[in-house]
């Protein structure tokens, strides 16, 4: 049974960073395709950082250069790190994959950016 299971969120101030961590389990890591979404107040789920079974990432504008997305295959598990957090960063987080055309979603970790 695939399992995505996140954590590292938390409550930090405008200019903090957090790193989350997705940790996987009833597949074979090394070989699939990882992404990070996030889900803000009223707002739908975007993609905010992507990272391929070979390491090439890939980011949208709003958080290149602030956002870095990493893999180990070893503890089967995806991060996020996040700097220069600003408060449109809050939402909650979401890690993702795709096993043989089937999605699937961890439960998410709450970001809150406040001051």
């Known amino acids: 049974q695939v399992q995505l299971v996140e954590s590292g969120g938390g409550l930090v101030q405008p200019g903090g960073s957090l790193r989350l961590s997705c940790a996987a389990s009833?597949?074979?890591?090394?070989?699939?395709?990882m992404n990070w979404y996030r889900q803000g107040p009223g707002k739908e789920r975007e993609l905010v950082a992507a990272?391929?079974?070979?390491?090439?990432?890939n980011y949208p504008d709003s958080v290149k250069g602030r956002f870095t997305i990493s893999r180990d295959n070893v503890k089967n598990t995806v991060y996020l790190q996040m700097n220069n957090l600003k408060y449109e960063d809050t939402a909650v987080y979401y890690c993702?994959?795709?096993?043989?055309?089937?999605?699937?979603w961890g439960q998410g970790t709450q970001v809150a950016v406040s001051s």
């Open positions: 009833g597949i074979i890591f090394n070989i699939l395709d």
């Open positions: 993702n994959t795709k096993v043989w055309g089937r999605v699937y």
């Open positions: 990272i391929t079974s070979g390491g090439i990432r």
